[in-house]
């Protein structure tokens, strides 16, 4: 599972000053990649600002670090956007990678610092590490909640809970949330296997048996999901819209005394909801049929 970073959260991971990180975007020396629109970091940024990071403390300027980056992209445009070669080398002020076992450089030089890309991976990982397990499973979840909306971002929002999850895997609200970020794309399979989960950790939590019911709704299983309606309502007796839901799926399975049972409990809850005048309308008809049958 990919993770992503703000620039608040990268300067704490990495010890970069926030003024430091503005300057090396504003010459481009570094930018945030965009996922959905929200400038953010993955770990292979992190990596990069943790090599530019190195070459500066050996003494090479922010400015030339820049400009031998640009020309090495010309030579080897395959290099990409970052220096997350195998190692990195600093010569005065240029740089030179070790790329496809050539040593590449701009411009010749002395004065070698060699850099271990793959030992910065690593102390990049253990800093991510460190600086997740500092966050509770609640302030994940909280920031799951931030991002999670029509205007906000899947991936963060996804990330973040499932950041809870590896905090405490038996953060149910978590689950819950994953499957519905799921459903809402119509990813009913996955949807289910969250739900599932969030079931299997808490048998009583009624809002995960409603939405599991929603799915396999979905999925053409309504008598399954009449299942897990009904016991969502036995956990909270004031769940409205398990009622109303109850209501629709007897209607399908031609279940009309159940049908005219679950109208007038969902009206009795909810008289003024804006599904009110619809369920008074179905419950009058179901109604009136069954005084004819």
Known sequence: MLRYFREK????????KPGRLKYWKQIGLVA???REGIPCYDFQDLIHLKTTQGLIACGLPATSLKQSLDSLKRRIPDVGRNLNSQRVYAFGNRILVRHRNQLMDTQSGQMVFEFDVADLAESASERVVNFSSSKTAEEWFG???RHDSPEGSFSLALGAYESAIQVDPNYVDAYVNIGTLYYDRKKFEKAQRYYRQAIARDPHHAKASFNL????DELGCTDKAIELYEKAIEVD???SDAYFNLATACEKLGTQDKAIKYWTGYLELDPDSRHADFSRRRLKLLQSLSLTS
């Not at 959260?9 to 970069?16: A, N, T």
């Open 9 to 16: 959260e990268v300067s704490q991971i990495l010890g970069i």
């Open 32 to 34: 945030p990649s965009l």
């Open 143 to 145: 920031e799951g909640l």
């Open 213 to 216: 019911g929603n799915v396999l």
């Open 237 to 239: 007796s004031t769940f």
